[in-house]
């Protein structure tokens, strides 16, 4: 089974970038469609972006789509998101999620969670 652990998140100024990074365990990672998903205080978690298996489909949500950029590494076993622009409303914790089978924006579809990283935004 696929463990995941996410890295990267931190305090950033409204306007820098940061990369997070999501490093799964185990042999079978290309078989999984991997997500992130993000929760701020107080909300709902929301999707944030989700990449197909073999990392050939992208799709972000509208409140990230531009700013916000998806990517997988196989041979690494590794899952990124790139976030540029950041605004204050980015503040979060960030959670890297995976499902076998095809890619969804539907959080319960997803089988497997990281611990989350948090990220905060200064305005």
């Given amino acids: 089974q696929v463990q995941l652990v ?25 078989t999984y ?21 073999s990392g050939g489909a992208t799709y972000s949500g509208d409140s990230v789509k531009g700013r916000f950029t998806i ?3 196989n041979a690494k076993n590794t899952v990124y998101l790139q976030l540029n622009s950041l605004k204050p409303e980015d503040t979060a914790v960030y959670y890297c999620a995976a499902r076998s089978g095809m ?21």
């Fill in 33 to 53: 469609a991997m997500a992130w998903f993000r929760q701020a205080p107080g909300k709902e978690r929301e999707f944030v972006a989700v990449i197909s298996r």
């Fill in 71 to 73: 990517s997988r590494d």
């Fill in 103 to 123: 890619a969804t924006t539907v959080s319960g579809s997803y089988e497997l969670w990281g611990q989350g990283t948090q990220v905060t935004v200064s305005s």
């Fill in 6 to 30: 996410e890295s990267g998140g931190g305090l950033v100024q409204a306007g820098d970038s940061l990369r997070l990074s999501c490093a799964a365990s185990g042999r079978t990672f290309s």
